[in-house]
């Protein structure tokens, strides 16, 4: 027997999933349906585009002005279909056994439904503090959306203190995650023939020195793995190269080379020190000796992502929130990203919450069991009352 409230929820999942709202692709038609919903029920809303114009965030919030406020967010965009298996149509939801079935059911339109079908609820609560509801985009390729969300936050002086971003946890309180950085370095030196090496700059040499650099830093990095680290997997910040392109022959002294690599940062402070040592290197080793030979070699990195991690916290009010609500007392930290990182460091207490299995995430025939659902319904139902005035008596 599903409650009403999860009856409710599964209606507007299943117009939710029927937006195919796919990474970089235009969301605005499911913002103008969740704004025109939230303005029904009370809410006050605000859309903002990104530099093209064809995607949207939305910022809805209910209950006082103000600062203080405990966000609930969600990013709109789902990963792409084609290439999969599917038993059903992933854009039209399918309700078989105990499960939902639709490509975002579990990441992550789940939340938003439940979300969203608590609104009306919320709306007649007399709130303490505000609450307000977080609609991003293109999640899935860097948190674009929230990055934008986060700055116009900081810019119009809007300062929540809580965040619970509703990412698949199976609902169990998540308080930490790895940062996700990425990154291309481009080595240019100057070609010639293979025979006299010294004549050229070789960009696969200076490219290989870089990486073995870059190795060094990772293994000191294993031995300055804080108490913090002790619960991922490995415990410490780790460095990867992945890809290296450069070169045109055998005999040809290669002038370009290009080096892909990442790194998964405990703390914000790891990364920074990674970069700061690369760059010293770079600028004061590799770069004078290119440049002797070839004054106008270079070496450029670009970032490709700079996904920050959630980093665990002493003291965590969202996390006490989520505990007392969901009943889990024992919180977690995870393998995968999430926007989390970036209300963080607007010095929010943010904890990563949220209905169905990372598992089902961006696998074909995703789905979210209905007990899911009905466990972060229970978990915002709770919410709503702790947000709420007590009674003058
Ligand atoms: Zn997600």
């Avoid at 939801?93 to 105990?98: C, T, V, W």
């Avoid at 919320?122 to 899935?140: F, G, K, M, S, V």
């Avoid at 069991?369 to 915002?380: V, Y």
């Amino acid at each position: 027997m599903k409650s009403e409230v999860a009856e409710s929820a599964i209606e507007i999942l299943k117009q939710l999933i029927a937006f195919p709202t796919v990474s970089a692709e235009d969301n605005r038609a499911l913002i103008a349906f969740a704004a025109e919903y939230l303005e029904a029920a009370g809410a006050r809303t605000t859309i903002t585009l990104d530099p093209t114009s064809t995607k949207a965030n939305l910022f809805a919030t209910l209950g006082p002005e103000g600062n203080g406020g405990i966000v609930l967010s969600g990013h709109t965009d789902v990963v792409p279909a084609p290439d999969q298996e599917w038993t059903s149509d992933p854009f039209l939801l399918q309700e078989r056994g105990d499960a939902l079935y639709g490509r975002g059911t579990c990441d992550m339109k789940g939340f938003i439904a439940a979300v969203l079908a608590m609104v009306p609820y919320y709306a007649e609560l007399d709130l303490a503090r505000p609450l307000h509801i977080a609609l991003t985009y293109d999640e899935e390729t860097g948190c674009l959306g929230a990055r934008q969300l986060v700055q116009e936050l900081k810019r119009d002086g809007i300062e929540p203190a809580l965040a619970i971003i509703g990412e698949p946890t199976e609902m169990r309180v998540i308080e930490g995650h790895k940062g996700c950085y990425e990154y291309t370095t481009y080595f240019q030196g100057t070609d010639g023939h293979g025979s006299d090496p010294d004549k050229g700059v070789n960009s696969i040499h200076y490219a290989t020195k870089f990486i073995a650099r870059l190795l060094e830093i990772g293994e000191d990095l294993k031995g300055r793995a804080g108490p913090d680290s002790a619960r991922y997997s490995p415990p410490w910040t780790t460095v990867q190269v992945g890809q290296i392109h450069g070169g045109i022959a055998r005999n040809v002294i290669a002038r370009d080379c290009e080096v892909e690599w990442e790194m998964r940062p405990v703390r914000v402070k790891d990364g920074e020190d990674v970069k700061t040592a690369l760059n010293e290197y770079c600028d004061t080793v590799l770069l004078p000796q290119m440049q002797a030979v070839y004054p106008d070699a270079k070496i450029e990195t670009e970032v490709i992502g700079e996904v920050a991690g959630l980093e665990v916290m002493p003291e965590n009010e969202a996390r006490e929130i989520a505990v007392a609500l969901t009943g889990n007392a024992e919180t977690d930290v995870v393998s995968f990203g999430t926007e989390a990182g970036l209300f963080q460091a607007l010095d929010m207490a943010v904890v990563v919450c949220g209905p169905g299995s990372i598992r089902q995430a961006h696998q074909p025939d995703e789905f979210l069991e209905i007990d899911q659902l009905e466990a972060c319904l229970s978990m915002l139902t709770g919410l709503g009352a702790s947000l709420t005035k007590p009674a003058r008596t």
